[in-house]
């Protein structure tokens, strides 16, 4: 693990595997950098793959406060400035995906290429606003463990519940690692996002759209926003909102396959 000062205070951690041109990866809500330990290395022989803590995640630094998604977004380009990067092909898991979007809205000429990864462009419903409120109320009384120990699960297919116990175990530790500061900011600010939908829509990098097909969390209806020329749509079979880890090499091949095709 590495981490850096970035320009606006705050400390970044971030791994990085390979070398040639900049692969970065978000994880989702309540990850960090180690939710892709399987996929880096199957990416790194394609080029420099740099994974950091999102803020208030794993390693990074933390503060109280709604995180908003333009924050986020603001760290990714301050962490991409301090190690020289000025174009990246950038992938986001869930959270990662909504703040990669905010980061495509503001620094599009930073991005070769574009992936939303078991994400969606649109903004909460209503329920969905009303769950983040309670996760932040169930935080606060109860602490971040209790919190993932029942949010993790869900973000496997239930089959693999039961037959990935040792990763499913190890989502739920890295879950751990995250600062309540961190896990309250994070849902109050995926619960104001807007819709980014015409964000993907405007965009000319090509651009990955990869769900899962068993996801309970993205449904389908939501999981694939945009058709358009740049637009390369996959559905992994047989895993859910963790396809990194559910099936890494399908989800790597993936991946593999759209930069291939992006390049030309």
């Not at 590495?2 to 606006?8: A, D, G, P, Q, V």
């Not at 020289?84 to 620094?107: M, R, T, W």
């Not at 600062?179 to 090509?206: F, H, N, Q, Y």
Request: hydrophobic content about 40%; overall charge negative.
């Amino acid at each position: 693990m590495k981490s850096i000062k970035l320009s606006n205070g705050r400390t970044i951690a971030y791994s990085e595997a390979g070398s040639g041109q900049p692969i970065v990866v978000l994880h989702g809500y309540c990850g960090s950098h180690r939710y892709w330990d399987e996929v880096v290395p199957l990416l790194a022989s394609r080029g420099r793959v740099i994974a950091p803590d999102l803020r208030g995640h794993g390693e990074s630094s933390t503060g109280e406060g709604i995180y908003s998604m333009e924050a986020l977004a603001d760290d990714i380009a301050a962490l991409l400035d301090e190690l020289e990067i000025p174009k990246a092909n950038l992938f986001g898991h869930s959270l990662g995906g909504y703040a990669a979007l905010a980061f495509a809205e503001k620094y599009e000429e930073r991005l070769a290429a574009f992936g939303l990864v078991h994400s969606t462009t649109y903004p909460d419903s209503e329920p969905a606003q009303a769950n983040r409120l309670k996760a932040a109320e169930t935080i606060r009384a109860e602490g971040v463990a209790a919190f993932v120990e029942g949010l993790i699960p869900k973000l496997f297919a239930p089959d693999h519940r039961a037959s990935m116990p040792e990763k499913l175990k190890k989502a739920i530790e890295i879950g751990y690692e995250t600062s309540p500061d961190g896990a309250i900011g994070c849902a109050l600010g995926m619960r104001e996002r807007p819709d980014r939908t015409a964000v993907l829509e405007s965009l000319k990098v090509p651009v990955l759209l990869l769900a899962g097909e068993l996801d309970e969390v993205i449904p389908p209806e939501k999981r694939f926003p945009v058709t358009k020329d740049n637009v390369t749509q996959i559905l992994l079979p047989n895993v859910a909102h963790m396809g990194m880890v559910e099936d890494p090499k399908a989800f790597a091949d993936a991946i593999h396959l759209f930069l291939d095709d992006s390049r030309g």
